[in-house]
């Protein structure tokens, strides 16, 4: 029963939608994270300010000032009370997200900083330069630990993984690098022969690392096995950014194509394609909760946006599961565009959810398949956005206020929302072809059905064999230091 109700919420979930633009930035947009609590979203930019957009409806954004040159990176402590950021001045910063804006800069990179990540427990931070060098700092003590530089170019992004032990780092030597944090050595690296990352990110259980391609590619490495699980190639220019849905379920990536898209790992497809910056975007963050995310271009915006698909959670079910191999292609099922005026305006924005132009179904007659989708409306609206304002004050921008609404037209084959109504079309001369179509209807949700419980089962399976992994690690661990007891007995 309790598998049943997901299989209809899963039929049922909705498509993203647009909250609101936030308008303030001068210049393109590198970085997006949110807080910890939802409740504030932080962006980097190459105008050299940093700005806190405070989510509450009829709340201020405040803009910090401190570096001489573009800002890189932005990313909010796990606690919330700190902020690191990273700029091409060299320096790396730590704010107090406070009113007055308070920051302390850290320097020892002796080139452009590229990116900032702490440590799960907020105590480290890891940073990436084009001194072809990584760094990991004490954020208590505000002074470098040590630095990693087996990468013979520029450094592009390191990431901690969530257990704190690993770090991931891409470079534009064609490599990307796993390092064991407690030892300072590389444990594992894997080339890219066709280009070079921009961007990597641990996914949430520590078990896959993504990587986001100069040359249009998204790749996902199982850092236990060693190998390559999913290589997506679904967009026009170079990958920028990417960022994984809590769950792991989803992967969300941004592109020089002016495109997001979100990936459903599980399915090993792309799911969304969503138009909203008029330019290259640079940057994409899930919120803590994953109920929101948010884009950054360099069309100078930042925009914000609701998730809807994940409308029941994978999490507690499927902890680890990306271990399958699996290539996609275009067409993509939902094309997402707002309608103009464009968000720069600040006016009353709304988006419309198209798909990409079927093709033929040669299971059913031609009159069949030019059946038209089922329109199904959603709406939401949105707050008014923060405005610009200077560090310590902020004031109201109505530019930046925004309603969005969408109309879908879902076009994926097989899905019940696509098919016309069974009993409406039995009292017609397609009797015959109308029950074919519900049939088919209903094998396409026992399908779905089934491919859940798989998963499940794959899930369980999965959990078993790493708490066996854990189990037989300790007991090495343990007859290690029995033996050297007994060593030292003699």
């Given at each position: ?435 074919i179509m519900h049939i088919y209807d209903i094998a396409e949700i026992c399908k779905k059905y089934i491919t859940v419980v798989f998963l499940q089962t794959i899930s369980i399976l999965e959990q078993r064999l790493t708490l066996t992994e854990d189990k037989l690690k300790e007991c090495l661990e343990n007859q290690h230091k029995m033996l050297l007891q007994a060593r030292q007995g003699e």
């Amino acid at each position: 029963a309790s598998s049943g109700s997901q299989i209809l919420q899963l039929l049922l979930q909705e498509d993203p939608i647009l909250i609101r633009p936030f308008k303030g930035h001068t210049a393109a947009v590198t970085g997006v994270d949110f807080s910890p609590t939802t409740t504030a979203l932080a962006s980097s930019s190459l105008d050299r300010f940093l700005m806190i957009w405070n989510l509450r409806p009829q709340s201020r954004a405040f803009r910090f000032v401190g570096h001489v040159e573009a800002v890189t990176s932005v990313q909010f402590s796990p606690d919330g009370h700190l902020m690191a950021s990273a700029s091409q001045d060299r320096t790396v910063r730590l704010w107090i997200p406070c009113i007055h804006g308070e920051s302390s800069a850290l320097k020892a990179h002796t080139a452009p900083v590229r990116s900032v990540n702490f440590s799960y427990d907020g105590q480290f931070l890891v940073t990436a330069s084009n001194d072809k060098s990584i760094k990991v700092w004490s954020v208590h003590r505000q002074r470098l630990l040590f630095s990693l530089s087996q990468h013979t170019h520029w450094v592009r992004c390191a990431k901690f993984s969530p257990d704190g032990r690993l770090i991931a780092s891409c470079s534009e030597d064609k490599t990307v690098k796993i390092w064991d944090a407690a030892n300072k050595v590389c444990i594992d690296s894997f080339t890219d022969y066709e280009g070079f990352a921009n961007y990597v990110d641990f996914n949430p259980s520590g078990t896959c690392v993504a990587s986001a391609g100069s040359n249009r590619t998204v790749k996902l490495w199982d850092i236990r096995m060693n190998k390559l699980l999913q290589h997506y190639r679904v967009h026009r220019a170079g990958v920028n950014c990417v960022s994984f849905h809590p769950s792991g379920n989803y992967l969300i990536t941004a592109s020089t194509d002016g495109t997001l898209k979100i990936m459903d790992l599980l399915e090993g497809r792309v799911i969304y394609t969503l138009h909203g910056h008029k330019g290259p975007v640079l940057s994409v963050a899930f919120s803590k909760g994953g109920e929101k995310f948010a884009s950054g271009g360099a069309d100078a915006q930042v925009l914000l946006w609701k998730t809807n698909f994940d409308t029941f959670n994978y999490k507690e079910v499927l902890k680890q599961h990306i271990r399958r191999i699996h290539t996609d292609n275009p067409p993509h099922l939902l094309d997402i565009y707002p309608r103009s005026p464009h968000p720069h305006d600040g006016k009353p924005q709304s988006i419309e959810v198209r798909s990409l132009p079927r093709l033929p179904d040669r299971r059913f007659s031609p009159s069949l398949d030019r059946q038209p989708g089922l329109c199904l409306p959603t709406s939401s609206t949105g707050p008014q956005g923060p405005a610009q304002a200077t560090q310590g004050q902020g004031q109201d921008d109505p530019d930046c206020s925004s309603v969005a609404q969408a109309t879908l037209v879902y076009h994926a084959p097989g899905d019940v929302r696509d098919r016309p109504d069974p009993s409406s079309a039995m009292a017609g001369p397609d009797h015959a072809a109308a029950r074919i179509m519900h049939i088919y209807d209903i094998a396409e949700i026992c399908k779905k059905y089934i491919t859940v419980v798989f998963l499940q089962t794959i899930s369980i399976l999965e959990q078993r064999l790493t708490l066996t992994e854990d189990k037989l690690k300790e007991c090495l661990e343990n007859q290690h230091k029995m033996l050297l007891q007994a060593r030292q007995g003699e």
